[in-house]
């Protein structure tokens, strides 16, 4: 098993060829498409089964590859390492979950020198492609590896403890004991967030209720913008004034919902997902007070400089987790409540504080 890189909390700021998706569409680094330009002048752009040419292709989990959360990141951090290995860089976007297994294929079918796949439930059509394309490295963003399979790398982080400091900020916000969260499908990183915030919001508020609403399960879950508008919309109807809204475009749904409400940023609140979500989702700045984030571009970046010198394992690296800066709503944080959080955020760090939170 892969030895974990040391989880740390802290409050930080947080090619030419085109391939034909099945339930899908693509992007390439050197095209401009849709995912962007790696920045990667230089990159060569031919044959990957060629020594002289290093391949990364990343597949979404549903949704888009900017969407502003965690397949966004992924891809960032694809682009990042491309600047520093020279890689040749392509995307799919899934856009059926039946289309895994296909899209994972066209990528090990080029014989690209890695394959970064997103999503928890893609963990088996990520360790079925493996094992019949053995000479290609995978990394599986937020796949934890129950069983080492020697070229993939199951990238995971402690969630829990990022809701844990989120719910804990939330608790001693609310004017009215309520907070919420508007969350995607309910598959253990969600779950993992959604029972660390729960957990903070009791550590700091005794008082407050905390509701919870995921996403029915479906190809929607992580892409529903309208139905997250709308749940948000219901729990502040009931008097909820601090929500977490934590599922890809169907969390962002949420935010900017929010940030449309009386009293937006300065007796409502709400908290992003994943990346500081002050940058990539500005129509929430008006109630986003901070965003429970999990160091998804820098570990996916990591890896794939691992697999370009060789140093990658199978097994499981865990990434780090944190919160996002208060940024504008700074003033809206009390000195006492600040003290308090980063209090929090130093136990989680070296684990004096535990979340409590358990799966199953």
Known sequence: MMTARTTAVAL???????LTACGGSTGTSNSGADGGSTGSATAPSGD???????????VTDM??????????SAWEGVQAAAK???????YIETTDTKDYASNIKQFTDKKYDVVVTVGFLMAEPTVTAAGTA???KFIAVDQFQAKEVANVTGLSFPEDKAGYAAGYLAGLLSKSDKVGQVLGMQIPPVEKYAKGFIAGAKASNPNASVATVYHPAGDNAFSDPVWGANTAKQQLSQGIDVIFGAGGKTGNGALAEIAKAAGAGKTTFCIGVDTDQWTTVPEARPCLVTSATK???KGTADLIKQAKDGSIKGGNFVGEVGLAPFHDL??????????KVDGIVKGLADDSIKTGVTLG
């Open 134 to 136: 053995p000479d290609t």
């Open 63 to 72: 949704g888009k590859v900017d969407d502003k959360s965690f397949n966004q």
């Open 84 to 90: 520093e290995t020279g890689a040749q860089t392509k």
């Open 330 to 339: 700074d003033s809206a944080v009390p000195a006492d409540v600040k003290t």
């Open 12 to 18: 930080a700021a947080a090619a030419g060829l085109t």
């Open 295 to 297: 160091e998804l571009s």
């Open 48 to 58: 990957c089964s060629s020594a002289e040419v290093f391949c990364v292709g990343l």
